[in-house]
């Protein structure tokens, strides 16, 4: 298996558990590794056999711009079951980060692995 990938989506959403998280938007930044065969894009050069990273990154946008998840757990396991589902991934890496979140740390966030493990790419976990 190959890997399509989208690396620090940016997109700013109201997330968080605190008052004032509930009204300023934050800006969550998101990687995302998906499993694919490219075998036949490759050989036919045509978008229509490609997994079109822009088309799930602009699906991403949209949910995500609309939602107002308090917790990073929820956003992310959503966002995951929206790529698997209506992209047909097999098997894909997540990572969710809130930048400046907290004052002593770069970010903090989550990473998680869905679907068939049998599907997961060798040497994945470069972001
Ligand atoms: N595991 C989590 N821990 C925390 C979350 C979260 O979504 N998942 N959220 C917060 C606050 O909203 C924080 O991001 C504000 O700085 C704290 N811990």
């Known amino acids: 298996m190959d890997v399509v990938y989208i690396?620090?989506?940016?997109?700013?959403?109201?997330?968080?558990?605190?008052?004032?998280?509930?009204e300023v938007r934050q800006t969550v930044s998101l990687d995302v590794e998906m499993a694919a065969d490219i075998s036949k894009a490759a050989e036919t050069d045509d978008i229509q056999y490609a997994l079109n990273y822009k088309s799930v990154a602009k699906r991403i946008i949209a949910f995500v711009e609309g939602?107002?998840?308090?917790?990073?757990?929820?956003?992310?396991?959503?966002?995951?079951?929206?790529?698997?589902?209506?992209?047909?991934?097999?098997?894909l890496r997540l990572r969710l980060s809130k930048p400046g979140a907290l004052r002593q740390s770069k970010d903090v966030g989550l990473v998680i692995e869905r679907g068939d493990m049998a599907m997961r790419p060798a040497g994945v976990g470069a972001i």
């Open 67 to 91: 939602s107002e998840f308090q917790l990073v757990e929820t956003m992310i396991e959503q966002i995951a079951t929206i790529i698997r589902e209506e992209f047909d991934v097999p098997w």
């Open 7 to 22: 690396r620090d989506l940016r997109i700013d959403t109201i997330i968080g558990i605190y008052d004032w998280e509930r």
